[in-house]
């Protein structure tokens, strides 16, 4: 359900309850991009029915889905047709559009061609764990996850949240683990990195299916290139990469997380507890691999 985390702390002074979110959600529903509309964003049912419930409850963490609907319109099909209204100008005046009138044609072009532009859709999980005071986007575009979170400052009243901070940096810590192969606690280093130069060349070094126990690794790091990406693996339970801004990107729940459960022991309650219940518990550990969050 989530492959992509980026995490953000709730402000102690927010709170409220689940049928107040989905009263908030309820007045800005997804609606498909009309014709002249290049991108159209809004929340949609969790579970997927229609008319069902924008937030939804799950073993005490609440689940939401952020849909956004944008239209594709190829920079040569739009070249082309500002071309066009611009050779038909010349023809008609004499003369060649100004700067002005070029940057209107080009408008007017973009509104011609909406209508037939092709669409493409793309939904956000979002997990909200009011126990933990954690706001968690499924999504590796810090971009797509501010908009999220620009929408839902707007939609609930009081909500507040920030980036986590942690007393090491992720990169200084990953660069320690590496060089010194010395994991945190319940962690083991998989077998993908990517190091990265501090200097003016920004030179990068990157191993995939590699063992990283090695001495060429910790001459990198000596040569002051240090870690953006490092695969892990938590309690045999979920691997995932940790990033140099404490993402946590390409999340996979092991086998061991279903040991016991049966093939239709699944849905979208079973999903969301696992999930749900595996990262509760990965998270803490991360910030604490990392010394804990800075105290504001």
Request: hydrophobic share 40%.
């Amino acid at each position: 359900m989530f492959a992509n985390l980026i995490i953000y702390r709730i402000a102690p002074q927010w709170s409220a309850t689940l049928d107040q979110v989905e009263q908030a959600l309820v007045k800005t529903p997804f609606a498909e991009c009309g014709p002249t509309q290049e991108k159209s964003v809004g929340w949609i049912p969790p579970r997927g029915e229609a008319h069902g419930a924008f937030a939804e409850g799950v073993a005490g963490q609440w689940i939401l889905r952020f849909m956004t609907e944008s239209k594709v319109l190829p920079g040569s099909a739009l070249s082309r047709k500002v071309k066009e209204k611009a050779e038909r100008v010349e023809k008609e005046t004499g003369r060649k559009p100004g700067k002005k009138e070029s940057k209107e044609l080009k408008d007017e072009a973009r509104l011609d061609l909406l209508p037939m532009a092709l669409t493409k859709q793309a939904h956000m999980w979002v997990w909200i764990s009011p126990a933990s005071r954690l706001l968690v986007l499924d999504t590796s575009s810090q971009g797509r996850a501010d908009e999220v979170v620009t929408h839902l400052v707007e939609a609930l009243p009081g909500l507040s949240v920030s980036m986590l901070d942690t007393q090491t940096s992720p990169q200084a810590a990953m660069a320690h683990w590496l060089k010194e192969q010395e994991p945190p606690t319940g962690f083991t280093v998989d077998r993908e990195c990517e190091l990265k130069s501090a200097g003016e060349e920004k030179a990068v070094v990157r191993y995939a299916r590699h063992p990283l126990d090695i001495e060429e690794v910790q001459a990198h790091i000596d040569a002051g290139k240090l870690p953006t990406r490092l695969a892990l693996t938590w309690d045999d339970r979920v691997s995932f990469v940790l990033t140099d801004n404490l993402q946590i990107r390409k999340v996979r729940l092991l086998d061991t997380v279903f040991e016991g459960t049966k093939a239709d022991d699944g849905g979208f309650d079973a999903d969301v507890a696992i999930a749900t219940g595996e990262l509760g518990k990965l998270i803490p550990d991360v910030l604490d691999a990392l010394g804990g969050e800075v105290q504001s």
